[in-house]
Structures are given as structure tokens and as C-alpha cells.
């Protein structure tokens, strides 16, 4: 299992080499980068927010933040 480390060193589940994909109403997927997550949705989260939602989307579920569900994109 791949790990990488938030701003604190604190390992946390790798997505990055993962496709992803976000939804507003579940039935709709649309593809978004892992930098596009990065930089323009979890920059304003805390590291909890985070690592929850990597620790889940690697899991295999979805997982909503704010108004998107967030998931690995279905083959």
C-alpha cells in the first residue's frame, strides 16, 4: 500500500495514482484530477477532512464533502 504524508509528516492513504470522479447528485460523474482536488477543493480543509476522505475513497466508498461525493472512478 502506497502512503504519502500531509504537512505534518503524518502518513496518510494515497490517491493520486488512483481516476476520480465527483458528483452532485450521485447519478452524474464527472472526472477531477488529483491536482484539481488538491489545489481547488481540499486546500481548504483540514487535515482531518483530508485524510478521511482519502482513507475512504481508497477504501472504496464515496465520500461527500460539502455539495460533491467524491470516488474512484467505476471502471
Known amino acids: 500500500?502506497?502512503?504519502?504524508?500531509?504537512?505534518n509528516n503524518i502518513e496518510m492513504e494515497d490517491i493520486s495514482t488512483f481516476p476520480l470522479e465527483?458528483?452532485?447528485d450521485f447519478l452524474s460523474w464527472k472526472e477531477?484530477?488529483?491536482q484539481?482536488?488538491?489545489?481547488?477543493?481540499l486546500k481548504d480543509f483540514d487535515d482531518d477532512h483530508v485524510h478521511r476522505l482519502c482513507?475512504?475513497?481508497r477504501g472504496g466508498s464515496p465520500f461527500k464533502l460539502i455539495d460533491y461525493y467524491y470516488r474512484i472512478k467505476s471502471s
Not at 1 to 7: A, G
Not at 36 to 41: G, I, R
Open 36 to 41: 484539481d482536488l488538491l489545489e481547488n477543493v
Open 55 to 57: 482513507r475512504v475513497v
Open 32 to 34: 477531477i484530477s488529483y
Open 22 to 24: 465527483r458528483s452532485l
Open 1 to 7: 500500500m502506497v502512503t504519502m504524508k500531509d504537512k
